[in-house]
């Protein structure tokens, strides 16, 4: 059960259900600059889609960072962050890509040429602004799409979500000078690539440092390395839209995307939360504080007053 006494904004629309698109909470009350998003953990999936979904089943269970809300909020509340958290689902639309990142193959209604775009070279692998297939499961969807599909989850989902994640770290930093973005996300089990090495249960990715300072990313490597556990810097995972638009370390805007392994806080199979979770909770709340205080050095030393004082 998560605390309370922070106030819950809900926001956009998801088309067909009428359901708040995500949810933000404890800007004004947080004790620190940070902001914890979690933008593939929406899970409201209207009728519609579920029955346009080939293999509801297993297409959700790949397509979902599978219960990493929970992960954040529990996060948040430990480190005293606030929370963006999506509830439309990834297969609608992915935050992480930008608008025109779109296999216009899927679109019924393309207008000539659309497919051809260099701009949605990444969409045509299958996991574009709507995924279109994913490993081991191919084609996802029973039907194409239209245009206003299109233009009606920007709209209602994409857009609002941006807005609210760009007013959210305007506030903070207003409040503090500073604010931080931790794009949580969480990955299947990575290939041990030699013998006898590691497990990478974390990957910290900065776009190859365009978004944030290399101290920060430094800190947050350092902190897992401390910590003996297995990390990784930028690879397989660098970050998407999400840090390329809202990371601007030289206006004091700092974001970091950090993957976490499912093996850490789910089942076997990747569908439920596990007993695990409460201590990978505590670890990625003391790494959140840890940054905070990267972001903010001398602030409390200094007396300054704190932004929930």
């Not at 500073?178 to 090495?197: K, N």
């Not at 998407?240 to 805007?253: C, E, K, Q, V």
Request: one cysteine or more; charged letters at 25%; hydrophobic letters at 40%.
């Amino acid at each position: 059960m998560h605390g309370d006494s922070r106030r819950e904004i809900s926001g956009g629309l998801i088309p067909g259900s009428g359901a708040p698109a995500f949810s933000i909470r404890g800007v004004r009350e947080a004790r620190i600059p940070v902001l914890i998003a979690a933008p593939h953990a929406g899970r409201a999936y209207p009728a519609e889609i579920e029955a346009g979904l080939r293999n509801p089943g297993i297409a959700k269970l790949r397509l979902e960072d599978r219960l990493v809300d929970e992960l954040a909020l529990l996060v948040a509340d430990l480190a005293g962050a606030a929370t963006l958290v999506a509830h439309a689902p990834r297969a609608m639309i992915d935050l992480n890509r930008a608008p025109d990142d779109l296999d216009w193959s899927m679109i019924e209604d393309a207008r000539p040429g659309s497919q051809h775009s260099s701009a949605n070279r990444r969409a045509r692998s299958g996991l574009g602004l709507v995924p279109r297939r994913v490993a081991g499961v191919g084609e996802i969807w029973r039907n194409s799409l239209s245009q206003n599909d299109i233009a009606d989850r920007l709209a209602g989902i994409h857009e609002p979500y941006h807005r609210a994640l760009t007013r959210a770290l305007d506030d903070l930093r207003k409040a503090w000078g500073v604010a931080l973005l931790i794009d949580l996300h969480s990955m299947p089990p990575l290939r041990v690539r030699h013998p006898g090495s590691r497990a990478t249960d974390f990957v910290v990715g900065d776009r190859f440092g365009a978004s944030c300072d290399d101290h920060v990313a430094s800190r947050a490597l350092n902190f897992f390395a401390q910590h003996d556990r297995g990390v990784a810097h930028n690879r397989p995972y660098a970050g998407g839209y999400i840090l390329d638009r809202h990371g601007r370390p030289a206006l004091d805007l700092q974001a970091l995307q950090l993957e976490v392994c499912r093996s850490l806080y789910l089942d076997p199979r990747f569908e439920s939360l596990s007993p695990r979770l409460p201590g990978l909770a505590r670890l990625l709340a003391e790494l959140v504080r840890a940054l905070a205080d990267e972001v903010l050095p001398g602030r409390r030393e200094e007396g300054l007053p704190l932004a929930a004082e």
